[in-house]
């Protein structure tokens, strides 16, 4: 125990070539852990959550059918999806919901290859950053790598995916018909931008349910890397 602490003082203090020298003149013991070694858990844990939970997006009802992250109305379409019920078009109502959900669904099997390259990335201060951090600190670092990346290649998936299941159809034509309820303020949202940042964020709320349940539950340590470099923070 007093070496872990030893360990995670150090990290906190000083640089790469300064903590590799304290870990150096320590003795080696299956509790000392090597630059490498965290950095590869740490990579190891983002792996991990891009498979388990971002997989699960992809699937058919991945979005739809899960409520932490089914993509809901924006605003300006809410009062749409109101009237139409009350005109009794809540069947189209539901069909255009679902639509966005499927591109949501179609676009996040694209953003492995981006996870990926951003887990290849990761340095030793990154590592060190993401094991010293929140609940949410690796997420954080995908985050903040990735977004850009995500909304370049998502944006025109969930284009042509609204295309291939017909959801620029299904909303054209909720549009209009709401546009031709008497009284009423015309709208024309941009849901193809709406949906990409919806379908971004909830990539990240699934990968950080993975996070926090290795960093807090033993059980979801799977290998010896994980269990070894998140007891330095435990």
Known sequence: MKKSL?????????????????????????????NG???????EALNQGIDKQVTK???TDGFYKNEAVK????????????????VGLSNLADEGLKVVNR?????????????????????????KNILLGD?????????????????????????NSFAKVGADKVWTNIITKYNSIPLVTKINPDLTDYTTNEAIEGVFKMIAVEEKDIRTNLAARTSTALQKVFALQD
């Not at 360990?7 to 000392?32: H, K, N």
């Not at 809410?78 to 139409?84: E, T």
């Not at 949501?104 to 887990?119: L, M, N, Q, S, Y």
């Open 6 to 34: 030893l360990l995670i003082t150090a990290f906190t203090f000083l640089g790469c070539a300064e903590m590799q020298q304290i870990v150096d003149q320590l003795p080696q013991t299956g509790s000392i852990l090597s």
């Open 37 to 43: 070694d965290i950095a590869n858990g740490l990579k």
């Open 57 to 59: 997006l992809t699937q």
């Open 71 to 86: 993509i809901l109305l924006p605003e300006e379409l809410k009062k749409v999806d109101a009237k139409l019920r009350a």
């Open 103 to 127: 591109a949501a669904e179609d676009a996040v099997k694209e953003g492995t290859p981006i996870f990926v390259d951003a887990v290849k990335q990761m340095t030793f201060t990154d590592a």
């Open 135 to 159: 609940d949410s600190a690796a997420t954080s670092y995908l985050q903040r790598i990735t977004s850009t990346a995500l909304y370049s290649k998502f944006n025109p998936i969930i284009k």
